[in-house]
T-cell receptor, first 115, second 113 residues
Framework: AQKITQTQPGMFVQEKEAVTLDCTYD???????LFWYKQPSSGEMIFLIYQGSYDEQNATEGRYSLNFQKARKSANLVISASQLGDSAMYFC????????????FGKGTRLSVIA | EAQVTQNPRYLITVTGKKLTVTCSQN?????MSWYRQDPGLGLRQIYY???????DKGDVPEGYKVSRKEKRNFPLILESPSPNQTSLYFC????????????FGQGTRLTVV
């Protein structure tokens, strides 16, 4: 069975600083994908970034990058130059390579950006 | 516009009164799923469907039913709601291709009193 662990229930970061949100995973699959979602206070789920297990380069999307360390089974999200609008709940998730079951989510990390 | 639409967005109901939360997607996705989100527990899978007439239980299926009679629709049915089903519910869809992100509905905040 797949499992996602997010060990930081809450984090604070100063505006314009970088922040790393931790995510470790467990799976016996060789092919899988890792995802990060943002949930602002309005409640919607916003997809941020994806990393495939066979991707050799770390994924980047604007100010978001995914620090993928396969041997350590970690997929940390790095947000550079934090903005007040980054304050939200962040979820790490993983999906099987075959895509035939829903994504498995961690419990989330609440990020607060301080001016 | 590609989207997953849930209705209603907010619902307050009484214990035992059957209700249905609808979910519809316009992206022709094969996979659809329901999650519930509770504080400190993240998103937990309730039911999912890999295609029309194919459904499977997730991690917390007790007290819920689903059906997938058409590809675009995946309603969540609570036959006899109880207060412990008070939660935020999300419907999501994904295409069958490998490792594509899930697209989420806006969420349904359900309160059972």
């Amino acid at each position: 069975a797949q499992k996602i662990t997010q060990t930081q229930p809450g984090m604070f970061v100063q505006e314009k600083e970088a922040v790393t949100l931790d995510c470790t995973y467990d799976t016996s699959d060789q092919s899988y994908g890792l995802f990060w979602y943002k949930q602002p206070s309005s409640g919607e789920m916003i997809f941020l970034i994806y990393q495939g297990s066979y991707d050799e380069q770390n994924a980047t999307e604007g100010r978001y990058s995914l620090n993928f360390q396969k041997a350590r089974k970690s997929a940390n999200l790095v947000i550079s130059a934090s903005q007040l609008g980054d304050s939200a709940m962040y979820f790490c998730a993983m999906g099987p390579g075959g895509g035939n079951t829903p994504l498995v989510f961690g419990k989330g990390t609440r990020l607060s950006v301080i001016a | 516009e590609a989207q997953v639409t849930q209705n209603p967005r907010y619902l307050i109901t009484v214990t035992g009164k059957k209700l249905t939360v609808t979910c519809s997607q316009n992206m022709n996705h094969e996979y659809m799923s329901w999650y519930r989100q509770d504080p400190g527990l993240g998103l937990r899978q309730i039911y999912y469907s890999m295609n029309v007439e194919v459904t499977d239980k997730g991690d917390v299926p007790e007290g819920y039913k689903v059906s997938r009679k058409e590809k675009r629709n995946f309603p969540l049915i609570l036959e006899s709601p109880s207060p412990n089903q008070t939660s935020l519910y999300f419907c999501a869809s994904r295409p069958a291709s490998m490792n594509t992100e899930a697209f989420f509905g806006q969420g349904t905040r359900l309160t059972v009193v």
